[in-house]
């Protein structure tokens, strides 16, 4: 499923803060600088999302989600829970869980969780590698201060390295004030236009690490499909 695929591997862009060490604009690297600073002391991440899709060849307009993201980005796991609505109450809808060595991805609708291993590949978007990301790999440059609802936001234009990657640029909004990203928008080769939001603030998550595996008795009657 596409809307799966774009989730787990684009999510991972829009809380990445570090300091990347390509050829950087000054101004760009001292604001992502003071941004990761606020988070380099977490053992863990967790922070709430919204997420917009267009997709004009998929003829797909305005498709959202909302979520929660859980990551370690020092042992590559991650927990991402994405949410829907029945009869206007919200619900877990799917569940992409990693330990660093495995990754559960589970289907509410059909009680189904795949298993595969995981790729923690250089060339693979992990979520888990949320303040890393930014490391190697990408050019950034300062393009300005916004200004909306009366909040401050500097404006970061982000373009990778290797040709390879399926996007050409992402747009950062950081909030100058707090020193924290606002939304972040990937721009894909095929013409989507992919908008993540942060609508809470990144928290030291203090749970233990069986947040980040799979346990079959909290899911009664799941099938498993062991894809490895």
Not at 26 to 36: E, Q, R, T
Not at 39 to 62: G, H, M, R, T, W
Not at 146 to 165: A, F, H, M, R, W
Request: aromatic residues 10%; hydrophobic residues 35%; contains cysteine.
């Amino acid at each position: 499923m596409r809307i799966k695929r774009v989730c787990l591997c684009l999510l991972v862009l829009l809380m990445a803060i570090s300091v990347c060490k390509a050829q950087t604009d000054p101004k760009a690297k001292a604001i992502l600088s003071a941004v990761s600073k606020k988070y380099q002391s977490f053992s863990a991440i967790k922070s709430d999302f919204s997420y917009v899709l267009d997709n004009p060849q998929e003829n797909i307009k305005s498709f959202k989600q909302s979520g929660t993201i859980i990551a370690n980005p020092k042992t590559n796991k991650f927990r991402i829970t994405i949410y829907e609505l029945l009869g206007g109450k919200k619900s877990i809808g799917q569940e992409i869980i990693s330990d660093g060595k495995t990754q559960w991805t589970y289907a509410k609708k059909d009680n189904e969780v795949q298993v595969n291993d995981a790729d923690n590949k250089s060339q693979t978007l992990n979520p888990a590698q949320i303040f890393t990301i930014y490391e190697k790999g990408y050019k950034y440059l300062f393009s300005g201060e916004v200004k909306q609802q009366g909040v401050i936001y500097q404006q970061i234009e982000l373009t990778p390295t290797d040709s390879k990657k399926p996007f050409f640029k992402i747009r950062l909004l950081v909030n100058k004030a707090k020193s924290s990203i606002y939304s972040a928008v990937i721009f894909d080769k095929n013409g989507s236009r992919y908008t993540y939001l942060l609508t809470s603030p990144a928290t030291d998550y203090k749970g233990t690490d069986t947040i980040f595996g799979f346990n079959k008795k909290n899911y009664p009657g799941v099938e498993v499909v062991d894809l490895r």
